[in-house]
């Protein structure tokens, strides 16, 4: 799925058994938590927002993929569910690879990081990225 297609990425995904996040997904997770910001010049998260989503690092399953076929793109939820509905203010963090292939996005519902995106610039597939392999920013 291109960058341009994004907005349209939960419309492609597959739902699947949950399963925990694998080592490689939950370091790009991490670093998107710690790291990347919002675009289009909308105000970030706050220090304690990101120690919340940190701190709910170890309850994340992937309940779903993108089928696109060309992202490793993951549906992100809670287990155990939280107690509270769901809805309230959607914040997009963002980065970049740096090599220019993709753009990685990390959906935040409610609260709650929901979906981590893997957006290529083109149609060849990408692999999820390494952490280090992020720009933020730049």
């Known amino acids: 799925m291109s960058a341009s297609q994004s907005a349209d990425s939960r419309a492609q995904s597959r739902e699947s058994a949950p399963r925990q996040l694998t080592g490689p997904e939950r370091a790009l997770l991490e670093a998107m938590i710690l790291r990347a910001v919002p675009g289009g010049g909308e105000e970030g998260p706050t220090g304690a927002d990101r120690d919340r989503w940190l701190g709910m690092l170890d309850a994340f399953v992937v309940s779903g993929e993108c089928g696109c ?15 509270h509905p769901s809805g309230g203010e959607r914040i997009v963090l963002s980065a970049d690879l740096a090599d220019g292939s993709a753009l990685v996005l990390l959906f935040i519902d409610g609260g709650v990081p929901s979906y981590l995106e893997v957006a290529p610039f083109g149609d060849d597939p990408v692999g999820l990225p390494a952490s280090e392999q992020l720009t933020i920013g730049e």
Request: glycine share 6%; net charge negative.
């Open 69 to 83: 076929g060309l992202c490793p793109s993951i549906e992100l939820e809670l287990e155990p569910a939280p107690d």
